[in-house]
């Protein structure tokens, strides 16, 4: 079957973004296919390369970017929720001149339009956190 | 190929950033030409009330967007009688006027769309 995941939580918003991580590696092991990973909302902090957590603790961007390299997985933050709160990419921050870009690598900023086209390539769309 | 999607939102206006989201995920549903409904749970039935001037707490207002929704296509907009009878409200009082659904026509509804999108 083919997924598509989307995630609306920061790392330590909730336990929705990590929930996310644990489903996308169970359906990939599962022989499932995940057509794209969409982070919406808050869920564009798990973008983050600045996230710097103790070295014994978990790291959730650093998650992303393992399993997305190990399955050619496409990670990518809606650009409109990402650049509000300060998620940028290199292009983003000289366009919005701001002093340092915090994309992580392996990670894409494009639009809402992938979502949707996600939506339709889809056998399902999964969403992990939100409520608020 | 052509999916419906059901967009459902569960937030007040202002409390976070979830009704312009919301709005924001089935507008762009509405440009790729995919058939989109709205359904508003819970206190995102206070997205519906008219004449909201939320320019007081510097934000703008829902209004305005759910206004441009037929411009998009976007007329099937849906909520429950449980969120209506949790804030007093009538559908008559709202704008747009929802379509009002009971829980056996709310299992209906999400099951008659191939996409739904939470928030």
Redesign the interface.
């Known amino acids: 079957m083919i997924f598509t995941i ?1 995630v ?1 939580s920061a790392p330590y918003q909730s336990g929705s973004a990590a929930t996310a991580l644990r489903f996308t590696r169970a359906a990939l092991d599962a022989g499932h296919r995940i057509h794209r990973v969409f982070f ?2 808050e869920g564009v902090h798990n973008a983050s390369a600045l996230a710097s957590p103790p070295r014994d603790e978990r790291s959730l961007p650093a998650e992303w970017q393992a399993v997305a390299q190990e399955y050619d997985l496409d990670l990518v933050v809606c650009i ?2 990402a650049v ?1 709160r300060g998620v940028l990419n290199q292009e983003e921050a000289r366009r919005y001149e701001k002093p340092a870009a915090n994309l992580a690598e392996g990670f894409e900023l494009s ?3 992938q ?3 996600a ?2 390539q889809s056998d399902r ?1 999964v ?1 992990f956190g ?3 | 190929m052509s999916k419906s999607v059901l967009v459902i939102c569960r937030s007040a206006p202002y409390r976070s950033s979830a009704a312009r989201d919301a709005l924001d995920m089935a507008l762009s549903c509405a440009v790729f030409e995919l058939p989109v409904s709205l359904l508003l749970l819970d206190d995102a039935v206070l997205q519906l009330l008219p004449g909201q001037q939320s320019g007081a707490i510097g934000e703008k207002s829902v209004n305005a967007m759910l206004g441009a929704l037929p411009m998009y296509d976007i007329d099937r907009i849906y909520t429950s009688l449980a969120s209506l009878a949790a804030h007093g409200l009538e559908a008559e009082s709202l704008d747009p006027s929802p379509e009002v659904l009971d829980a056996d026509e709310l299992k209906q509804l999400i099951d008659g769309h191939e996409v739904v999108l939470t928030l």
Do not use: D, F, K, Q
């Open positions: 989307v609306h919406y909302r409109a929720a509000r639009g809402l339009g979502l949707v086209e939506s339709i769309v969403t939100g409520g608020r």
